[in-house]
């Protein structure tokens, strides 16, 4: 079973930038949509931003528009590139992966990854 091991995180100031990725901990023949959901303290988690099989679509919660951008450059690796964070963006990052289109909502998750933390600091 594939399992996918994220990495990036940290602590970093308000309007700052960091950049998170994903990948595979064995390869895989197959293609996955891979998503990336935040979770805070309290909170529910939540989707933040997919990036299809093939790279060729992307979608991001509203909350996070504008400033990050996701992207893949192999066959399972995929990246979020974090700008212009607020402390509303502080939490547990994980992704997950499936076969076919993206989904922005955990239940639709077959592989996921232990997650790793972002800290704002104001």
């Known amino acids: 079973q594939v399992q996918f091991v994220e990495s990036g995180g940290g602590l970093v100031q308000s309007g700052g930038s960091l950049r998170l990725s994903c990948e595979p901990s064995?390869?895989?023949?197959?293609?996955?949509?891979i998503t990336w959901f935040r979770q805070a303290p309290g909170k529910e988690r939540e989707g933040v931003s997919c990036i299809s099989a093939n790279g060729a679509m992307t979608y991001y919660a509203d909350s996070v528009k504008g400033r990050f951008t996701i992207s893949r450059d192999n066959v399972n690796t995929a990246y979020l590139q974090m700008n212009n964070l607020t402390a509303e963006d502080g939490g547990t990052y994980s992704c997950g992966a499936r076969r076919g289109l993206c989904r922005m909502q955990d239940g639709y998750m077959q592989y996921w990854g232990k997650g790793t933390l972002v800290t704002v600091s104001s």
């Open positions: 064995e390869f895989s023949s197959d293609y996955y949509a």
